[in-house]
């Protein structure tokens, strides 16, 4: 073979070529893949500018939809490197959505618009308009669903997506993208995760710290809590000095000032994995939350036993699911009297149940007092039943015989035997 020409002509050309027995072909297809096209120049002139992460997402999201069109892919980087060039140029700002959200959800705008022949009036939608297919079609393309789910970030609202299709400029968006992050205080550095590595004066910094700790300075239970966890971490790795005044014996003083509602509110809203945030702590931190963790179960049971005695008292025993009494003790069902109190109960049967209700509790216990061993678990429940013994017998004095007379004085022979078990 002499030689191969290779050009880009058609048929109109008045170029040909005469001497034609070694031509192998007419025409050469060029058929590029993804990375072809990511290789080139002018692709990688834009992309330079793209945080490594953001490239890596861009890359991928090409690659897989096998994008070679380099139309596209200009229209998708010229529509996201104006974003990028602005972050750079203004290192005050912050991202207020993930950039690699905006990325991902601008390439998805353009595969849709250009691939899948989209149009725009189905595009630009606002994302709570957008209601994911239950059932896909067999006609229906399977990247489409994924694509549109990307676009429709919640997080991605409708000014986005007029800017990528150009109907409004960079400048209209910059405020739902970026926004000027407010300077942390002090307060907030001495309670955030890992405050050593925060810019701060630490001549204000010590004083602070030791003001939230002995609550001189005002500040909520979960801060309080944080204040003193860093405060260990820092004295311990010797970030900071020890102070006198913050033994053990005083922080704990300070965590009873905290009321029930505090308690409540941090364990409710704050404390959602106590295990791994205490229980590999200091030693200090970890005696003050057990403290603090003992007196939220005290309240919690308080609450409970309320609510229980509420149910007890208002509909009576018969409606009364015996297994809400494990949520005042494991053992609740078996010292009944211990948990709900025997002048609780006296009450309840003298004056407030029905005949069905003093049935039941009867039959309650009758059936508690069949159990061999029951003296185990019902450790203090004996005097809290001749308690109750006592009262009943001071009820048939001058009272004659009826329903409610007979209900109790069989209730009462089960009260009997039930003391003779213990």
């Known amino acids: 073979m002499d030689f191969i020409v290779i050009s880009n002509t058609s048929a109109e050309s008045h170029l ?5 027995e070694k031509i192998i072909s007419d025409s050469l297809h060029y058929n590029p893949n993804p990375r072809d096209i990511l290789d080139m120049r002018i692709i990688e002139e834009k992309l330079q500018y793209f945080p490594t992460e953001d490239k890596m997402i861009f890359e991928e999201i090409i690659s897989y939809h096998n994008i070679v ?41 353009f595969i849709l618009l250009f691939i899948h022949n989209k149009s725009m009036d189905e595009l630009i939608i606002d994302s709570i308009q957008h209601i994911p297919p239950q059932n896909s079609s067999s006609d229906e393309n399977p990247h ?29 968006i910059l405020d739902d993208v970026f926004y000027v992050p407010t300077p942390l205080s002090t307060i907030d550095i001495a309670v955030s995760t890992r405050p050593e590595l925060q810019e701060t004066d630490e001549k204000e910094f010590f004083p602070t710290i030791i003001g939230l700790i002995s609550r001189t300075i005002p500040c909520d239970l979960h801060q309080w809590l944080r204040a003193v966890q860093n405060y260990e971490y820092l004295t311990y790795h010797k970030y900071l000095p020890k102070s006198s005044l913050l033994t053990l014996q005083f922080m704990s003083s300070k965590s009873l000032e905290f009321s029930d509602e505090d308690i409540i509110t941090y364990f409710e809203f704050h404390n959602n994995n106590p295990i791994s945030s205490w229980t590999s702590g200091f030693d200090d931190g970890k005696l003050i939350f057990s403290i603090l963790s003992g007196r939220h179960n005290n309240i919690e049971k308080r609450k409970n036993l309320k609510t229980i005695k509420e149910i007890i008292e208002t509909d009576g025993w018969a409606l009364f699911d015996v297994n809400l009494l494990l949520k005042l003790d494991p053992m ?39 159990i061999s061993n029951i003296s185990q678990f019902a450790t203090n429940e004996k ?7 006592q009262k009943l017998d001071i009820y048939f004095i001058g009272k004659q015989e009826s329903f409610k007379y007979g209900a109790i004085y069989d209730l009462n022979n089960t009260v009997r035997h039930a003391i003779s078990c213990l």
């Open 69 to 109: 069109n380099i139309r596209i892919l200009m229209r998708c980087l010229n529509t996201a490197l104006p974003l990028y060039l602005h972050a750079e140029n203004h290192p005050e700002l912050e991202w207020k959505i993930a950039s690699k959200t905006i990325l991902s959800s601008i390439l998805s705008y």
């Open 16 to 20: 040909s070529l005469e001497h034609k």
């Open 383 to 389: 005097q809290r039943l001749i308690y109750l013994n």
């Open 332 to 370: 609740g069902n078996y010292k009944t009297l211990e948990v709900l109190g025997a002048p609780f109960l006296t009450k309840c049967i003298l004056k407030e149940w029905s005949i069905k209700d003093i049935e039941q509790f009867n039959a309650f216990l009758r059936s508690n007092y069949r």
């Open 144 to 172: 489409e669903p994924r694509l549109l789910s990307t676009l429709h970030n919640y997080k991605i609202n409708i000014h986005l997506k007029n800017y990528y299709s150009g109907h409004v400029s960079l400048y209209d």
